[in-house]
């Protein structure tokens, strides 16, 4: 079985910060998350699913969407299993549900913004943001 499990989303008011956590787990990812490049999208009321921030295997490479770029962080723990995502300064047009991906495929680093490149997802952890 396998499994990406996002936690950590809330409540927060605007200017505020919050760490999403992502943990995978299942055979799949047990011996190769390390070399699984990252993904952290999410999905608005009413609006497509949109990219956050990526990051690539080992070499840590980062990718970000211009909307969050210098507020959000995105970092990865291999021993853990884990993906992070640091949100700071948050904004109320920050609330969204929240996902999390992990793709095989191995490509450039804008690339990796395109939702159809990820094999697997989480189910989501909901982020909102009050004025």
């Known amino acids: 079985q396998v499994q990406l499990v996002e936690s950590g989303g809330g409540l927060v008011q605007a200017g505020g910060s919050l760490r999403l956590s992502c943990a995978a787990s299942g055979r799949t990812f047990s011996s190769t998350f390390s070399s699984l490049p990252m993904g952290w999208f999410r999905q608005a009321p009413g609006k497509e699913r949109e990219f956050v921030a990526a990051?690539?295997?080992?070499?840590?490479?980062?990718s970000y969407a211009d909307s969050v770029k210098g507020r959000f962080t995105i970092s990865r723990d291999n021993a853990k299993n884990t993906v992070y995502l640091q949100m700071n300064s948050l904004k109320p047009e920050d609330t969204a549900v929240y996902y999390c991906?992990?793709?095989?495929?191995?490509?450039?680093?804008?690339?990796?913004?395109?939702?159809?490149?990820?094999?697997?997802w989480g189910q989501g952890t909901q982020v909102t943001v009050s004025s």
């Open positions: 990051i690539g295997q080992i070499s840590m490479s980062t």
């Open positions: 991906a992990a793709t095989s495929t191995i490509t450039t680093m804008s690339r990796y913004r395109s939702a159809l490149l990820y094999d697997y």
